[in-house]
């Protein structure tokens, strides 16, 4: 009888398991976008949600297995699901406003990659309880979770400011893969997949275009491969391959915007998504104001100056670890102001420190025609003001037009110039420099910027309100990574004379600085194909050097005191179209057509002809445009003990530091 007894209770315990993992019918991926597969799909949910803890949505494809999504990672007593999606964040999908939901996903994503896969999967679908949301993919992209500059998805949430919607469209498609067919314009709302990749080091990103309920349902099948896509830096320095220019990416991919946000409008099927200037409704028909284009193509302009500035290259951040070399652009450069910033214009625009309410008096007991010592009601308190707010900065920080609290954005500068292990006083000295330097460029200047940590925020604390003024004017104030044995002035950089930004020693950057030196063609970009540079010489300057002996193509006419070029000569026979600055020759002349695609560090160098190799061997010291303070320098000065105002003073000589 009790082997009759554990029998049948194995028999009901097993048939317990089953109903309870049963979740009858799984919609089969053949029948996708039928109504078949949309009921099937629900009821799947609805038992799973039901019998399985977590369970809130299920995500479908067209040719592959669907899985389902949970609020947080699952944990079940048999492990994890094999394939399953997670909710990065706060679902937005129901709002009225444009955003971006994303979604992890752990396995199956890899696929994707490869544009036979892709073109069966042009789309996909997500249903909730009682929702539907169907998606056309318009952007397949990679991200470097590892890069505090990349583009991730997971940071556009709330899209309703229209210039976020703007960098998220432009951002996402200027980095897709594939043109898959599909394409955004104003008021859409996303859903975004993000999971492991076929490559290594980075995750693949599948953005949705969540279509209306009027429109087409059907998938496009026309995906072809996109072979000016802007990928993470770290795969390009993995390649050994140079980043291509983006601002052609980048307006190619604002005139399909502007091309289909025209199209929607003039069929009246969208409306503009959080427009500036409280412009005009796409889909009433009516043309955007004149400032309203204005703001829309300079914030466009920002955009595509900050992805060239970040995409030029890796930067060879001073005081961190690994640092691979970049192309042209290091540190600071822009261009030289136009009009003056006055120190007074700065210290009346920041609000004023907070007043302290006065200290009340002390009771006191005493003789006034009442009892001796009697206690006096204490007078009501001055009510204490309200903190001061915090002081702003107008940047384009990571290619975002933001005004930022000043002590982060500096902290942020400082940490990605600088690393994680730089001495304190270099940290201030860094965020005076950048300070100046936004502020001497108007508008909203393009910054890179990292998270901080402790370091790099108290010394941004602590001088946020410092300033390096000449004159009574906040000084224009370019920072580089690292000089030879001492810096540029502005004149052989730019042409413009500036009092304190002259030639000054810079001892510490070969001791302390890493890539300080390219060794002959050992390292990085210094050797250059005798055939390569002969096309970009004819083709840039006109110059046909057929026919001439090699040695004699480079003659340096003059360099500063510390090695930094001046003007080089083209050609054995010199002529006004002969010559040029090393700072072109390095920068227009050379750059990107290296034997490994990089160009010249810095425009401190010799150079001689290898017949051997029929290339040209460059030894190049330094590194960045050598003009105002040398990152690496600022570094070694603090090592040894000077104070951030030694070092600004020492760079920037006969200017005067003021705190306001």
Known sequence: LLVELLVLAAIGGGIWLWRRGDLGARPAAQNYGTEVFDKTAANYLQNAMDKQPGVAGYLAFPGQEGRFVYTAQPQTEDGAPAAYAVFAGENWLGSAAPSNTTLRLNDGLAALEQAETLQQNNGFTLYLPGQVYRCKVVAVYYYDPNDAMAFDPAGYTDLSDY????DFSLGAGARSLYDTGNATADNETFLTLVGPSGTEGVQLCVTGRVIGSQEDP????????????????????????????PGAVFSEQMTRYTDLTGARAGSGQGAAAGRPSGGSQAGEGAAAPDSEIDDITQHTQDVIEAANDLMSGLSDIA????????????????????????????????????????????????????????????????????????????????????????????AMIAQNELGSNAPAEAYKAQCVAAHCWILSQGGYPSVAGAEPGAAALAAAQEV?????????????????????????????????????????????????????????????????SRQKLQERILEKMGVDLSGVDPNNWFTILSTNAYGWVNQIQIGPNASGNDTCSGRWFRETLTAGCSVDGRSLRSHCFTVSYDASLDCFIFDVKGYGHGCGMSQWGAIGYANHGWSY????????????????
């Open 163 to 166: 210039y976020r919607y703007l």
């Open 218 to 245: 059907a998938l496009s099948a026309e995906v072809s491969t996109n072979e000016s896509a802007l990928l993470p830096t770290s795969m390009y320095a993995a390649a050994g391959r140079q980043a291509p220019e």
């Open 319 to 410: 005081g961190q670890a690994g640092a691979v070399e970049s192309d042209i652009h290091q540190g600071s450069e822009g261009s030289l102001p136009t009009q003056s910033v006055t120190v007074d214009s700065v210290t009346n625009a920041a609000p004023p420190a907070a007043t302290p309410a006065p200290t009340p008096a002390p009771e006191t007991g005493g003789e006034t025609g009442g009892e001796t010592g009697s206690e006096q009601p204490a007078p009501d308190p001055t009510p204490a003001p309200d903190p001061a707010p915090a002081e702003t900065i107008n940047v384009t920080m990571n290619g975002t037009a933001q005004t930022m609290d000043l002590v982060r954005c500096l």
């Open 464 to 528: 946020a309100r410092v300033l390096v003024t000449y004159n009574g004017e906040v000084c224009f104030t370019p920072y580089f990574a690292s000089a030879s044995t001492g810096t540029a002035a502005s004149s052989e950089v730019w042409g413009g004379t500036i009092p304190y930004l002259v030639a000054v020693d810079s001892p510490y950057d070969q001791s302390t600085a890493t890539n300080w030196n390219t060794n002959g063609y050992n390292t990085g970009c210094a050797r250059f």
């Open 645 to 660: 105002r030694d070092i600004l003073a020492h760079y920037y000589p006969g200017t005067t530091l003021v705190t306001y």
